[in-house]
C-alpha cells in the first residue's frame, strides 16, 4: 500500500506528518531522533538522511517524499548540499513525487511583492545554497529523472518555537519586557501559519499540476512587526508592547560573539526592507487558504501558555 515519507519534525515537519495521517494516508516520519507526530498512521524512524542508501530503503514503495528538514542556519553551507544530494538521490532511485520545503532566501533582495516566476538571484551563502538546491532539482525534473516542486514560506507563525518573531518578540512581549527585533519594525512582512505550510504541502503532493514549479504559502497577514506584535498583546489583554529595533551596526557587533546573530546578518535584507509574498496562485489552482490572523494569533498566544482575551 502507498505511504508518504515526511523528513524532518518541526515547525512545518510535524503538522504535515499529521495532516497526512489524518485523511488516512500512511506516514513515513524520517528523523534523526525517531521523533514525530503522535498517531497510528505515522511509523517514526530515526536515520540519518544524508545516507542515499538509507533514504532510499526507506523511500522505496512511497508516494511521494516531502523534506521538511533542514539543518542548523550555521551549517547550511556545509550540511544542506548532502542532504539535498542524497534526497534528489532517493526520489530518482524510488519514483517518489518530492515536494521540498524551501524559503524567499533563494530570491535574493527583491523589490515589490515575491511571485514564483522571479529568478533565483541570492546574493549570500545560505540563499545560494538554497537556491542550487531548488535548481538541481528542477534540473533532474525537465530530464525526466524525477518529479519536483517547492513550496516556500516567509515568516512562520503558529504555537512553539517556530521562527525569529517567536525568538525575539513574543517571549519578551508576554513577560511585560521590551522586546528587541533586528529589523525595520515597520516594514510589512508576510506571516505563514504552520498548518498552513503543511497544507499546502499535502495539497501540492497530490494535483499533478503542482510539478516543476513552485508555490508560496497562502500569506495569514503581511502586517509589519510592530503591527503584528500589537495585535497579539490587544488579543492577550496586554498593554502596548514595547519594541526596540536592533540595526544592523548592532548585529555586526553582536555577530563577533554569538553565532546566530553572525548568520543572521547576511540575510537581515529581507527584515530590514518589505518582504511580501504572492499566493494568489497557490489559492487559485491548489485551492489553499490563508487562515485568518486572529485563530492564528490565538494558538500562538495557547502556546505560549497565555489565554486570549475574552472578546
Known amino acids: 500500500m502507498p505511504f508518504v515519507v515526511v523528513t524532518g519534525a518541526g515547525a512545518a515537519g510535524l503538522p504535515t506528518a499529521r495532516q497526512f495521517a489524518e485523511s488516512g494516508e500512511r506516514v513515513r516520519q524520517i528523523t534523526r531522533s525517531g521523533r514525530g507526530a503522535d498517531h497510528p498512521l505515522v511509523e517514526r524512524i530515526a536515520a540519518d538522511i544524508t ?4 533514504l532510499t ?9 516531502i523534506n521538511c528538514a533542514v539543518p542548523a542556519l550555521d551549517r547550511w553551507a556545509t550540511d544542506l548540499p548532502p542532504m539535498a544530494a542524497a534526497l534528489l538521490t532517493a526520489v530518482e532511485r524510488t519514483g ?56 516556500r514560506a516567509a515568516g512562520f507563525l503558529g504555537a512553539g518555537p517556530v521562527g525569529a518573531y517567536a525568538a525575539f518578540v513574543l517571549g519578551p512581549v508576554l513577560a511585560g ?42 500569506v495569514t497577514s503581511s502586517l509589519s512587526v510592530r503591527a503584528l506584535t500589537e495585535r497579539l498583546a490587544d488579543l492577550a489583554g496586554l498593554p502596548t508592547p514595547q519594541l526596540r529595533r536592533i540595526h544592523r551596526a548592532e548585529v555586526a557587533a553582536l555577530a563577533q560573539r554569538q ?28 485551492g489553499v487558504r490563508p487562515t ?9 498566544l495557547a502556546g505560549a501558555g497565555i489565554p486570549a482575551a475574552e472578546r
Open 51 to 54: 545516507d542515499p542508501d538509507r
Open 57 to 65: 530503503e526507506l523511500t522505496e514503495g512511497a508516494r511521494v517524499l
Open 96 to 151: 517518489a513525487g518530492y515536494v521540498m520545503l524551501g524559503n524567499t532566501y533563494g530570491y535574493g533582495p527583491v523589490d515589490g511583492p515575491m511571485t514564483e516566476d522571479l529568478p533565483m538571484a541570492a546574493t549570500t551563502v545560505k540563499g545560494r545554497v538554497r537556491a542550487r538546491m531548488w535548481l538541481d532539482a528542477l534540473a533532474a525534473h525537465e530530464a525526466g529523472r524525477a518529479r519536483v516542486t517547492e513550496v
Open 177 to 218: 519586557e521590551t522586546a528587541s527585533f533586528p529589523g525595520d519594525l515597520d516594514a510589512p512582512h508576510s506571516w505563514n501559519y504552520t498548518e498552513d505550510i503543511a497544507r499546502t504541502l499535502v495539497a501540492a503532493s497530490r494535483d499533478d499540476r503542482a510539478w516543476g514549479r513552485p508555490w508560496h504559502v497562502p
Open 259 to 286: 553565532p546566530l546573530f553572525a548568520e543572521l546578518l547576511e540575510v537581515l535584507y529581507s527584515n530590514e526592507n518589505p518582504h511580501v509574498l504572492d499566493s494568489a496562485r497557490t489559492e487559485a489552482v491548489l
Open 292 to 300: 485568518p490572523l486572529e485563530p492564528v494569533l490565538r494558538e500562538t
